[in-house]
């Protein structure tokens, strides 16, 4: 069991304060007494905690990263991320605590109490997180990679979505196209995150403003989902008015589109354009690339580190939600309609 700081005060023969004082060296100690102190505290093997080291001054050089991993949770997106973050931390000469807990606030409130870290980082950001009140009434700097519905006083970054889908319609329209077809996540999922209704959202807006009519296709999550998403893209395909589709899911929903295509011997794009929104794979290496409009890991979570790095710094930064600017990637698979 490790020591207390009143046992080596005991053991040197002086008050906890002295012990503190000599440990950190936040005031003036007489050589004799800080020896006395670091002899009592090697002997019985006493370390200050990180909240000693932080109220000395010193930094941990340590970030947490807060990513509740829940059975639903879709791993490869979720780790580029903790990837992308690591990466990024390791430039800020940072390491990283990765805090999976899927009560997402509990870590985060565990490691403010104990100063173990320099800031955190919040990822799989809800609507109406818990985290967001949590970083409000703690001193360690927060930063959101991700935008909760309150983000109030609070330093968030992600891409901007509504600007994606707006880009994704507006390369549509111009192409022709008067009706589209979208595939998106379970409704379970526009509840528990943030951005697939920022995604939905944003392409009805958009639509609205291009006179688009917007055909949606909501699958459950799991096997069930599968078909599901088969039953809705053979309505959508069933519908002669709709000559593309925009998709905002992961990699085997997609590639279970392109399938579903194939077997109906549709092809891409001279019967039917697809867009991607907010892949973080390549769909450029799919069995048919398609156009997509990136979420970049790297670009949000280097803005965050650094953010986070600076706020541990003690430098000043303004509250507020950064959004990055969508870039189209044009893989061929838009052309205007039959």
Same mark, same amino acid.
């Given at each position: 069991?490790?020591?207390?700081? *009143?046992?080596?005060?005991?053991?040197?023969?002086?008050? &906890?304060?002295?012990?503190?004082?000599?440990?950190?060296?936040?005031?003036?100690?007489?050589?004799?007494?800080?020896?006395?102190?670091?002899?009592?505290?090697?002997?019985?093997?006493?370390? =200050?905690?990180?909240?000693?080291?932080?109220?000395?001054?010193?930094?941990?050089?340590?970030?947490?990263?807060?990513?509740?991993?829940? =059975?639903?949770?879709?791993?490869?997106?979720?780790?580029?991320?903790?990837?992308?973050?690591?990466?990024?931390?390791?430039?800020? %000469? !940072? +390491?990283?605590?990765?805090?999976? +807990?899927?009560?997402?606030?509990?870590?985060?409130?565990?490691?403010?109490? @104990?100063?173990?870290?320099?800031?955190?980082?919040?990822?799989?950001?809800?609507?109406?997180?818990?985290?967001?009140?949590?970083?409000?009434?703690?001193?360690?700097?927060?930063?959101?990679?991700?935008?909760?519905? %309150?983000?109030?006083?609070?330093?968030?970054?992600?891409?901007?979505?509504?600007?994606?889908?707006? $880009?994704? &319609?507006?390369?549509?329209? %111009?192409?022709?196209?008067?009706?589209?077809?979208?595939?998106?996540?379970?409704?379970?999922?526009?509840?528990?995150?943030?951005? =697939?209704? #920022?995604?939905?959202?944003?392409?009805?807006?958009?639509?609205?403003?291009?006179?688009?009519?917007? @055909?949606?296709?909501?699958?459950?999550?799991?096997?069930?989902?599968?078909?599901?998403?088969?039953?809705? $893209?053979?309505?959508? $395909?069933?519908?002669?008015?709709?000559?593309?589709?925009?998709?905002?899911?992961? +990699?085997?929903? *997609?590639?279970?589109?392109?399938?579903?295509?194939?077997?109906?011997? $549709?092809?891409?794009?001279?019967?039917?354009?697809?867009?991607?929104?907010?892949?973080?794979?390549?769909?450029?290496?799919?069995?048919?690339?398609?156009?997509?409009?990136?979420?970049?890991?790297?670009?949000?979570?280097?803005?965050? /580190?650094?953010?986070?790095?600076?706020?541990?710094?003690? %430098?000043? /930064?303004?509250?507020?939600? #950064?959004?990055?600017?969508?870039? !189209? #990637?044009?893989?061929? @698979?838009?052309?205007?309609?039959?």
């Amino acid at each position: 069991m490790m020591a207390k700081i *009143h046992e080596v005060a005991e053991a040197a023969g002086v008050s &906890i304060s002295t012990v503190s004082y000599a440990l950190s060296g936040k005031r003036s100690i007489s050589p004799s007494t800080r020896d006395r102190v670091e002899q009592a505290a090697a002997r019985l093997g006493y370390q =200050p905690n990180a909240g000693a080291r932080m109220l000395a001054g010193r930094r941990t050089n340590i970030f947490a990263l807060t990513e509740p991993f829940r =059975p639903d949770t879709h791993a490869p997106t979720h780790m580029s991320f903790v990837l992308a973050t690591s990466i990024a931390a390791r430039r800020f %000469d !940072y +390491d990283i605590l990765l805090l999976t +807990d899927a009560e997402a606030s509990a870590g985060m409130r565990r490691v403010s109490a @104990s100063g173990l870290v320099d800031g955190i980082l919040v990822l799989d950001v809800a609507p109406r997180d818990d985290r967001v009140a949590l970083a409000r009434s703690i001193e360690v700097p927060t930063v959101f990679i991700g935008v909760p519905e %309150d983000a109030e006083g609070l330093v968030c970054v992600d891409l901007d979505f509504e600007a994606a889908s707006a $880009l994704a &319609i507006d390369k549509l329209a %111009d192409a022709g196209h008067g009706r589209v077809g979208f595939v998106g996540h379970s409704e379970d999922a526009y509840e528990r995150s943030n951005f =697939p209704r #920022r995604v939905r959202h944003g392409l009805e807006v958009a639509a609205q403003r291009r006179g688009i009519a917007l @055909s949606v296709v909501s699958p459950r999550e799991g096997e069930a989902g599968r078909g599901d998403l088969r039953d809705g $893209l053979r309505r959508l $395909l069933q519908d002669s008015d709709v000559t593309a589709i925009a998709l905002h899911c992961d +990699d085997s929903a *997609h590639r279970l589109v392109l399938a579903e295509l194939a077997a109906a011997r $549709l092809s891409v794009p001279g019967d039917v354009s697809l867009v991607s929104i907010g892949s973080t794979f390549d769909t450029g290496s799919l069995s048919t690339p398609i156009d997509r409009i990136p979420l970049d890991p790297h670009a949000s979570c280097e803005l965050a /580190v650094e953010l986070a790095a600076r706020l541990a710094d003690g %430098d000043t /930064v303004e509250a507020g939600v #950064r959004l990055l600017a969508p870039q !189209y #990637r044009d893989s061929g @698979s838009v052309s205007p309609p039959r």
